[in-house]
């Protein structure tokens, strides 16, 4: 790995750990990964950066070596259940859409409350 995305990694370990908040995944196979996410809820800042966010426009922002797998599969199904820890109360959503961040380590992921 180069400096530069020595670098980049770092950032992005460093601000999903200090800002974020603990998603968790249980894959296929019975294998639960857990980590660090940036996550976006409705009730935060209506807009940060361009992006608006919505009621139905819950986001969150994983390091793609954390869940591997995670990003091929929600972009194979409609729908693939997680979990986000937000101050203690666990909250149940289905990833919906994978996007990659421009930064080649992360995977924006649109999230839809799980009923």
Known sequence: MNIFDAAMAAV???TSSVFGYTATWVKDDDHTYAAPVKYIDKAGQAKL???KFGVDNWMIEIKDSDFPGLKD???LQTKVPM???VR???INF???V??????GFCTS???????
């Open 12 to 14: 992005v370990d460093t």
């Open 49 to 51: 950066g361009e992006v």
């Open 73 to 75: 599969l929600i972009n």
């Open 83 to 85: 979990s986000i820890n």
């Open 88 to 90: 203690g109360t666990i």
């Open 94 to 96: 289905f990833g919906i």
């Open 98 to 103: 994978a996007d990659p961040v421009s930064d």
């Open 109 to 115: 992921i649109k999230l839809r409350l799980k009923p």
